[in-house]
């Protein structure tokens, strides 16, 4: 930042930082207080199981969002940047479990977590069954061009994991930070409604999921 001349009509410049959106009705996963970051050299985080080793400075840089370096950098492009700030959910991943909106965490803020992107679901998900299947008269699809559905699928999973029975009130509380252009809302909350019934199915079969 420039610093302003003694007479300079030159105002200084007002930094801002985002302020993540709270998604109701889905635990929010706490960022890691920050402790300059800027000073780190190194961070790992484990993507989908595998472990990756960055160097500060080189593969990113400290005000690099884990959203730009899960795409940018490592390549998993099942999430999508569209607002950059907070409020449509495409970017949403899991960080230990719980969904966040990838665009409003630093990377360097996720050293030494666990992440989990759309790609990092196995193929028989039942989120990802149920999905794919939704076709219903009354309904409708839960998908149309698609841009929008790895984050309604992060964000149904993560409802999943801490509500297995959701009701459908709680449902469209849990899906009211993601945002679907071709307004497949009917579709999205029947196909995580039945994606709960694919899962209560396993569960009494003995199949984890």
Known sequence: ???AVKGSRTAKKKTTTKTPVRRPGVKRAKAPARREPAARRWIELRVNGRVHALEVGRDLQPSTTLAVLLRERLGFTGLKIACDEGACGGCTVL????AVLSCMLLAVEAHGHEIVTVEGLPA???VIQAFAEQSEPGH?????CGYCTPGFVMTARALLDENPAPSLAEVKEALGGNICRCGCYQ???QAV???A???AARRAQGVKS
């Open 95 to 98: 960080l230990d479990g719980q």
């Open 140 to 144: 409708g699809t839960a998908l149309q």
């Open 1 to 3: 930042m420039a610093k």
């Open 187 to 189: 579709g999205i909350a």
């Open 124 to 126: 028989d998900d039942p």
């Open 193 to 195: 409604l039945h994606a």
């Open 197 to 199: 019934e694919k899962l």
